[in-house]
């Protein structure tokens, strides 16, 4: 899994074309984990129906890994966000 100091393998930052657009989604959003597991569900599919190369297996599994370990975070960092110093 990405974050801002060690970003993954997979990283958009990097790998974006300089006009391309992005989409972040934090791990505070409450439907972090659940969009990004149904991300890894359509992923799989399009792997299977030839609409995407075998090779992002991988990447669905750091998908699946990122979405655990963002609830994670999320419950152990639950409101950490929205407090003022």
Same mark, same amino acid.
């Given at each position: 899994?990405?974050?801002?100091?060690?970003?993954?393998?997979?990283?958009?930052?990097?790998?974006?074309?300089?006009?391309?657009?992005?989409?972040?989604?934090?791990?505070?959003?409450?439907?972090?984990?659940?969009?990004?597991?149904? &991300?890894? @569900?359509?992923?799989?599919?399009?792997? @299977?129906?030839?609409?995407?190369?075998?090779?992002?297996?991988?990447?669905?599994?750091?998908?699946?890994?990122?979405? @655990?370990?963002?609830?994670?975070?999320?419950?152990?960092?639950?409101?950490? &966000?929205?407090?003022?110093?």
């Amino acid at each position: 899994m990405g974050t801002k100091l060690k970003p993954g393998k997979f990283d958009c930052h990097a790998n974006a074309l300089p006009d391309e657009p992005m989409f972040i989604l934090l791990a505070r959003d409450p439907q972090f984990a659940e969009l990004v597991r149904k &991300w890894a @569900q359509r992923r799989t599919l399009d792997i @299977q129906c030839g609409v995407c190369p075998e090779s992002d297996y991988e990447m669905v599994e750091e998908a699946l890994k990122c979405a @655990q370990d963002g609830a994670r975070w999320r419950k152990d960092n639950m409101n950490k &966000w929205r407090l003022t110093p």
